[in-house]
Protein backbone atom coordinates (compact mmCIF):
# COMPACT_ATOMS: atom_id res chain seq x y z
CA UNK A 1 0.00 0.00 0.00
CA UNK A 2 1.62 3.53 -1.11
CA UNK A 3 1.11 6.14 1.96
CA UNK A 4 1.18 9.73 1.29
CA UNK A 5 3.76 11.57 1.40
CA UNK A 6 4.50 13.16 4.59
CA UNK A 7 2.67 17.11 4.34
CA UNK A 8 5.22 19.67 3.98
CA UNK A 9 4.17 23.69 4.08
CA UNK A 10 4.67 26.80 2.75
CA UNK A 11 3.06 29.49 4.94
CA UNK A 12 2.43 32.99 3.33
CA UNK A 13 1.63 36.07 5.36
CA UNK A 14 1.11 39.20 3.76
CA UNK A 15 0.02 41.36 7.10
CA UNK A 16 -2.81 42.63 8.65
CA UNK A 17 -2.19 46.53 7.79
CA UNK A 18 -1.42 46.83 4.33
CA UNK A 19 -2.80 44.47 0.90
CA UNK A 20 -0.19 42.83 -0.68
CA UNK A 21 -1.61 41.48 -4.74
CA UNK A 22 2.36 41.20 -6.28
CA UNK A 23 2.97 38.94 -3.63
CA UNK A 24 -0.04 36.57 -3.57
CA UNK A 25 -0.01 36.94 -7.31
CA UNK A 26 3.64 35.84 -7.80
CA UNK A 27 2.85 32.62 -5.01
CA UNK A 28 -0.01 31.41 -7.52
CA UNK A 29 2.09 31.94 -10.24
CA UNK A 30 3.72 28.50 -12.30
CA UNK A 31 7.25 28.69 -11.48
CA UNK A 32 6.61 29.64 -7.70
CA UNK A 33 4.06 26.39 -7.66
CA UNK A 34 6.54 24.38 -9.30
CA UNK A 35 9.67 25.30 -7.44
CA UNK A 36 7.36 23.96 -4.31
CA UNK A 37 7.14 21.11 -5.84
CA UNK A 38 10.33 20.27 -6.54
CA UNK A 39 11.24 20.70 -3.15
CA UNK A 40 8.63 18.70 -2.16
CA UNK A 41 6.03 20.54 -0.68
CA UNK A 42 2.38 19.45 -0.20
CA UNK A 43 0.64 22.87 0.77
CA UNK A 44 0.47 26.11 0.50
CA UNK A 45 -1.37 28.40 2.73
CA UNK A 46 -1.65 31.89 1.83
CA UNK A 47 -3.31 34.69 4.65
CA UNK A 48 -3.73 37.25 2.30
CA UNK A 49 -5.94 40.05 4.02
CA UNK A 50 -7.58 42.03 1.78
CA UNK A 51 -6.40 41.22 -1.37
CA UNK A 52 -8.13 41.88 -4.43
CA UNK A 53 -6.68 39.01 -6.91
CA UNK A 54 -7.34 36.11 -4.46
CA UNK A 55 -9.84 33.61 -5.36
CA UNK A 56 -9.90 30.66 -3.60
CA UNK A 57 -11.11 28.29 -6.52
CA UNK A 58 -9.15 29.54 -8.45
CA UNK A 59 -6.03 29.30 -6.72
CA UNK A 60 -7.32 26.06 -5.42
CA UNK A 61 -7.15 24.91 -9.36
CA UNK A 62 -3.37 26.25 -9.41
CA UNK A 63 -2.31 24.58 -7.36
CA UNK A 64 -3.71 21.32 -8.30
CA UNK A 65 -1.82 21.72 -11.65
CA UNK A 66 1.16 21.40 -9.79
CA UNK A 67 -0.07 18.53 -7.29
CA UNK A 68 0.08 21.29 -4.00
CA UNK A 69 -2.83 21.69 -1.77
CA UNK A 70 -3.36 25.09 -1.79
CA UNK A 71 -6.08 27.28 0.55
CA UNK A 72 -6.22 30.97 2.03
CA UNK A 73 -7.81 33.10 4.62
CA UNK A 74 -8.23 36.41 5.37
CA UNK A 75 -7.06 37.43 9.01
CA UNK A 76 -6.94 35.30 12.21
CA UNK A 77 -7.84 37.17 15.18
CA UNK A 78 -5.30 35.12 17.91
CA UNK A 79 -2.44 35.44 15.67
CA UNK A 80 -0.60 33.35 13.21
CA UNK A 81 1.28 31.08 15.44
CA UNK A 82 -0.59 27.92 14.88
CA UNK A 83 0.42 28.63 11.01
CA UNK A 84 3.68 29.32 11.60
CA UNK A 85 4.36 26.24 14.07
CA UNK A 86 2.68 24.02 11.10
CA UNK A 87 5.37 25.45 8.80
CA UNK A 88 8.05 24.19 11.41
CA UNK A 89 6.95 20.81 11.14
CA UNK A 90 4.71 20.21 14.29
CA UNK A 91 2.72 17.14 14.21
CA UNK A 92 4.56 14.71 12.30
CA UNK A 93 5.04 17.06 9.21
CA UNK A 94 7.86 17.86 7.26
CA UNK A 95 9.79 20.99 8.12
CA UNK A 96 8.65 23.70 5.55
CA UNK A 97 9.00 27.76 5.15
CA UNK A 98 7.04 31.02 6.19
CA UNK A 99 7.13 33.57 3.31
CA UNK A 100 6.19 37.01 4.51
CA UNK A 101 5.99 40.46 4.46
CA UNK A 102 8.48 42.24 5.83
CA UNK A 103 6.25 43.13 8.99
CA UNK A 104 8.57 43.12 12.10
CA UNK A 105 6.00 41.37 13.97
CA UNK A 106 6.02 38.29 11.50
CA UNK A 107 9.47 38.33 10.82
CA UNK A 108 10.23 38.09 14.58
CA UNK A 109 7.43 35.34 15.09
CA UNK A 110 8.99 33.02 12.34
CA UNK A 111 12.35 33.45 13.59
CA UNK A 112 11.95 32.57 17.23
CA UNK A 113 10.16 29.30 15.69
CA UNK A 114 13.44 29.01 13.75
CA UNK A 115 11.37 28.09 10.58
CA UNK A 116 13.13 29.05 7.16
CA UNK A 117 11.88 32.21 6.27
CA UNK A 118 11.51 33.95 3.08
CA UNK A 119 11.39 37.66 3.84
CA UNK A 120 9.24 40.00 0.97
CA UNK A 121 9.10 43.96 1.05
CA UNK A 122 5.97 45.23 0.04
CA UNK A 123 7.41 48.13 -2.36
CA UNK A 124 4.05 49.91 -2.86
CA UNK A 125 4.73 51.04 0.88
CA UNK A 126 6.62 54.47 1.97
CA UNK A 127 8.50 55.58 4.42
CA UNK A 128 9.19 52.37 6.25
CA UNK A 129 12.45 50.58 7.01
CA UNK A 130 11.14 46.80 5.34
CA UNK A 131 13.84 47.55 2.65
CA UNK A 132 16.53 47.59 4.97
CA UNK A 133 15.37 45.16 7.68
CA UNK A 134 14.72 42.51 4.96
CA UNK A 135 18.79 43.54 3.77
CA UNK A 136 20.43 43.22 7.19
CA UNK A 137 18.75 40.09 7.87
CA UNK A 138 19.79 38.59 5.19
CA UNK A 139 23.06 39.48 4.73
CA UNK A 140 23.65 38.49 8.73
CA UNK A 141 22.49 34.82 7.75
CA UNK A 142 18.80 34.93 9.63
CA UNK A 143 16.77 35.07 6.42
CA UNK A 144 16.07 34.85 2.59
CA UNK A 145 15.80 38.11 1.20
CA UNK A 146 13.12 37.49 -1.52
CA UNK A 147 11.89 40.17 -4.06
CA UNK A 148 9.55 39.67 -6.80
CA UNK A 149 10.44 40.39 -10.41
CA UNK A 150 10.82 44.23 -10.96
CA UNK A 151 8.17 44.90 -13.60
CA UNK A 152 5.29 42.91 -11.19
CA UNK A 153 6.62 44.74 -8.31
CA UNK A 154 6.65 48.28 -10.14
CA UNK A 155 3.16 47.12 -11.75
CA UNK A 156 1.49 47.02 -8.25
CA UNK A 157 3.51 50.00 -6.93
CA UNK A 158 1.99 52.48 -9.45
CA UNK A 159 -1.05 51.21 -9.23
CA UNK A 160 -0.86 51.98 -5.25
CA UNK A 161 0.49 55.44 -5.84
CA UNK A 162 1.59 56.92 -8.88
CA UNK A 163 4.48 58.67 -6.71
CA UNK A 164 5.93 54.71 -5.41
CA UNK A 165 7.78 54.27 -8.76
CA UNK A 166 11.11 56.25 -8.46
CA UNK A 167 10.96 54.99 -4.59
CA UNK A 168 10.97 51.31 -6.30
CA UNK A 169 13.32 52.36 -8.62
CA UNK A 170 15.71 53.43 -6.00
CA UNK A 171 15.07 50.92 -3.30
CA UNK A 172 16.34 47.71 -5.79
CA UNK A 173 19.85 49.95 -5.92
CA UNK A 174 20.07 49.72 -2.41
CA UNK A 175 18.76 45.49 -2.44
CA UNK A 176 20.57 43.98 -5.01
CA UNK A 177 23.34 42.58 -3.27
CA UNK A 178 21.70 40.17 -0.55
CA UNK A 179 18.06 39.41 -2.48
CA UNK A 180 16.89 36.55 -4.55
CA UNK A 181 14.87 38.32 -7.15
CA UNK A 182 12.61 36.23 -8.41
CA UNK A 183 10.41 34.37 -5.68
CA UNK A 184 10.27 30.90 -7.21
CA UNK A 185 14.13 30.82 -6.73
CA UNK A 186 13.50 32.09 -3.18
CA UNK A 187 12.44 28.76 -2.06
CA UNK A 188 15.83 27.14 -3.28
CA UNK A 189 17.60 29.21 -0.91
CA UNK A 190 15.27 28.66 1.77
CA UNK A 191 15.82 25.04 1.68
CA UNK A 192 19.93 25.79 1.56
CA UNK A 193 18.84 28.75 4.48
CA UNK A 194 17.54 25.38 6.80
CA UNK A 195 20.77 23.60 6.68
CA UNK A 196 22.97 27.42 7.50
CA UNK A 197 20.75 29.02 9.40
CA UNK A 198 21.95 31.27 12.49
CA UNK A 199 20.71 31.06 15.68
CA UNK A 200 18.22 33.42 16.86
CA UNK A 201 18.39 36.18 18.64
CA UNK A 202 21.52 37.88 17.37
CA UNK A 203 24.59 37.93 20.08
CA UNK A 204 25.82 41.63 18.85
CA UNK A 205 26.49 44.13 16.37
CA UNK A 206 27.35 43.91 12.55
CA UNK A 207 26.78 44.62 9.15
CA UNK A 208 28.37 48.00 7.16
CA UNK A 209 27.23 50.70 8.35
CA UNK A 210 28.13 50.15 11.94
CA UNK A 211 24.28 49.45 13.49
CA UNK A 212 23.76 46.24 12.49
CA UNK A 213 20.63 44.24 13.36
CA UNK A 214 19.83 45.65 16.77
CA UNK A 215 20.16 49.23 15.47
CA UNK A 216 17.68 48.16 12.21
CA UNK A 217 15.39 46.58 14.27
CA UNK A 218 15.89 49.43 16.80
CA UNK A 219 13.95 51.85 13.88
CA UNK A 220 11.54 49.35 12.60
CA UNK A 221 9.81 48.78 15.95
CA UNK A 222 11.73 50.78 18.76
CA UNK A 223 12.84 47.96 20.34
CA UNK A 224 14.24 44.30 19.82
CA UNK A 225 13.63 41.08 22.40
Avoid at 72 to 81: H, V, Y
Avoid at 92 to 108: F, P
Wanted: hydrophobic share 45%; with cysteine.
Amino acid sequence: MTHPPPKKLCFLTVGATAPFDALITAALSAPFLAALRAASYTDLLLQHGTSRTFDARSAAAAGESHSITVQGFDFNREGLGREMRAAKGEGGAREGCVVSHAGSGSILDALRLAVPLVVVPNAGLLDNHQEELAAELAAQGYVVYGQLGYYLSLLFAVEASGTVALWVEGGLAFANRWCVRDLAAAIGEAEALRKRRTVWPPGGEGGEDGRGLIGVMDDEMGFVD
